[in-house]
């Protein structure tokens, strides 16, 4: 099953923000991406080097329980996936450093 992968910009909307609706469809190139969990707050940040490939992956897995990251898979069984959202991260120069690195959220390894 391959799904099309939203980014919803920050502060906005969507009534489907895994799904097919979208602000921001992405490619498959290079970025950092954080999936949240609305209801809690919670936030997962990884890195790939196909972007859209690893979101549909995460999504995919999250949807049949098999998702890897333990933390993310428990809201999203308990929360449900309409209380998730997707974004793309601002990525920063060497020596640069950006708040959500200092609270690793729902990541259980130090490097994303």
Not at 32 to 57: H, P
Not at 74 to 101: C, K, L, M, N
Request: charged residues 15%; proline residues 4%; contains cysteine.
């Amino acid at each position: 099953m391959t799904t099309d992968i939203a980014l919803i910009a920050n502060n906005s909307a969507s009534s489907d923000p895994c799904g097919q609706s979208s602000v921001n469809v992405i490619g498959d190139g290079p970025g950092v991406y954080q999936i949240k969990c609305i209801a809690n707050g919670a936030t997962y940040t990884g890195s790939s080097i196909r972007l859209r490939s690893r979101l549909q992956l995460h999504v995919n897995l999250l949807r049949t329980g098999r998702n890897g990251a333990a933390l993310m898979q428990q809201d999203w069984d308990a929360y449900g996936e309409s209380q998730f959202e997707i974004s793309s991260v601002p990525t920063f120069f060497r020596g640069e450093r950006a708040d959500w690195a200092r609270n690793p959220g729902l990541n259980l390894m130090r490097v994303a």
